[in-house]
């Protein structure tokens, strides 16, 4: 009887290798063979339609018009400009000394750390000190120092 179990398990052993066989031999014959591109359909060359052009067209009505003509609409105005100009923003907060000096400059409600050279509200860093930094934006110098002097937190120096 343990040869009949043996048997079946031989004989499926056998059946999975056939079928193994059979699906790499129609995997590779499929292969062998070069794919044919598709041909074109016999016959006149069909005409395809081409798709209408759109022209583009001057708008009839002025810009911030009401199209259905129900009331006219008032074009927005622009915001107030109350804004404070950049060097009444600027304040030195701190000097960083390291490898390098750098500068801790608050700009509104953002902090810099900015090494000589670099660019704040269109001033460049001119120079670094102990207690004050050196703006410039073309000839114009703004000096900020770390204790802001009787008078107020910036200083314009005139050469």
């Known amino acids: 009887m343990a040869q009949k179990g043996q ?13 193994l066989a059979v699906g790499v031999a129609l995997f590779v014959g499929l292969r062998a063979f070069p794919r044919r591109p598709p041909q074109e359909p016999k ?48 304040k030195l907060v701190g000097i960083v000394r390291g490898k390098e000096l750098l500068a801790v400059i608050r700009y509104g409600d953002r902090r810099y750390y900015s090494r000589q050279g670099a ?31 009787q008078t107020g937190a910036t200083v314009r120096e005139s050469d």
Do not use: C, M, N, W
């Open 7 to 19: 048997r079946q398990d031989v004989a499926f052993l056998a059946l999975a290798v056939a079928v």
């Open 119 to 149: 660019r704040i509200a269109g001033y460049t860093l001119a120079e670094i000190g102990s207690q004050r930094v050196v703006l410039t934006k073309g000839e114009e110098r703004l000096a900020l120092s770390l204790r802001p002097p």
């Open 43 to 90: 016959g006149p060359p069909v005409a395809r339609p081409t798709p209408p052009l759109r022209l583009a067209t001057k708008p009839s009505q002025p810009p911030g018009h009401d199209p259905f003509g129900s009331r006219p609409i008032k074009p927005p105005e622009p915001p107030p400009q109350a804004k404070p100009k950049p060097a009444e923003e600027l």
